[in-house]
Structures are given as structure tokens and as C-alpha cells.
């Protein structure tokens, strides 16, 4: 039977797995692979700490719609066809607000651009490859640790799954009392 994709199930497609919460079932398969022959309970501890985090991202994604259902999907952001709350608009509007009485009426993010971009450069400097490289490894780096912590130290691995679990929890909270627009 030909493989098929099917919306909503990443598992069923070939290939790399690119999806988060199959590339956490492939490092817990592998970490389980790994403490066989050991105690039981690095077993239990790879299902039950990668399978937290996969739980964890999941409910991530299901909050942020959410949010729309919570605050009524209002307002485009501009330049996109992305609809968000008006309430995110406004408190981002609050944020810039705060923003610009820090950094003396200049938003920090656009000071940066207006200096560091160049549109219509041919050939962009070397240090543009180094900060794409730099947001880009934000994708992989969690996983990154969670492998090495996990070979490591199983009992720094738990606490560093429990605050990396806490953190995304707390931010979810955060962002469900306080919505905000992008880049925001």
C-alpha cells in the first residue's frame, strides 16, 4: 500500500521526521533502545519524560487557537492574511508603547534592522548567514540537549524536562491572559 498523508498525522508520512512530536517518539525509541539491558526505570523515564514534552508541545498547539476562540479572531496582522484577537493588537500596541519610553522613542528591533539589513544586497554579509544560522538552530537546539543531557545525566535530564515542561506551561498562561500580535 503507498504511503499517504493524511492531515493530522505526521507518523503516516515518509521521510525524515521533521514533525516535533515524531522526531520525541524517535528519541524516545532510541533512548529506550539505548537502557535496554539496564534498570527499568531509564526506560520509564525516557516514555515518561520525551513523552511529557510531547504532550507538552501538543497542548501548546492546540491553545494557540485557543486563543482565538478566547478573545474573538479580529484584526490582520499588517503585511500578512494572518487574522489575531484584537486584544493582541492592543496589548502589542501596549508593549511598543513601553518599548519606545525605554529606548528613548526608538523600538530596538527596528533601530537594528534599519542598520543591520541590506535589502538589496547581492551577496549579504557574512555575519547575516551567522545570525539565520543563529535563529534557525532555535528548531533543533531543544532536542540537541535533550539527547546529550539524556546519555549524560538521567537525573539532570528529569529536572531539565520538568523546567523545560514548567517554562512552556508558564508561557502558554502567560500568553492566554495576555494576548499579543506578532512580532510581539
Not at 521526521?17 to 524517535?26: A, D, H, K
Not at 528591533?109 to 534599519?114: D, M
Not at 540537541?144 to 498562561?173: E, H, P, Q, Y
Request: charged share 15%; with cysteine; net charge positive.
Amino acid at each position: 500500500m503507498p504511503w499517504k498523508y493524511h492531515h493530522g498525522m505526521p507518523w503516516t508520512t515518509k521521510g525524515l521526521p521533521l514533525e516535533r512530536e515524531q522526531f520525541i517518539g524517535w528519541m524516545a525509541a532510541g533512548a529506550c533502545v539505548w537502557s535496554l539491558g539496564r534498570s527499568r526505570k531509564e526506560i520509564l523515564l525516557a516514555v515518561g519524560g520525551f513523552g511529557a514534552l510531547a504532550v507538552c508541545f501538543i497542548i501548546y498547539d492546540f491553545t494557540r487557537g485557543a486563543i482565538d476562540n478566547l478573545w474573538g479572531s479580529g484584526e490582520l496582522i499588517p503585511g500578512t492574511a494572518t487574522k489575531v484577537p484584537t486584544q493582541a493588537v492592543h496589548n502589542a500596541h501596549r508593549i511598543i508603547t513601553a518599548e519606545r519610553a525605554l529606548f528613548f522613542g526608538h523600538l530596538p528591533t527596528v533601530w537594528l534592522q534599519e542598520r543591520l539589513y541590506l535589502p538589496s544586497n547581492q551577496h549579504p554579509p557574512k555575519w547575516e548567514v551567522i545570525t539565520s544560522l543563529t535563529y534557525l538552530s532555535h528548531f533543533i537546539t531543544v532536542y540537541v540537549v535533550a539527547l546529550f543531557m539524556w546519555f549524560r545525566n538521567k537525573d539532570r535530564w528529569l529536572n531539565w524536562v520538568r523546567s523545560l515542561v514548567m517554562t512552556i506551561t508558564l508561557g502558554v498562561i502567560v500568553y492566554l491572559m495576555y494576548p499579543t500580535a506578532p512580532p510581539w
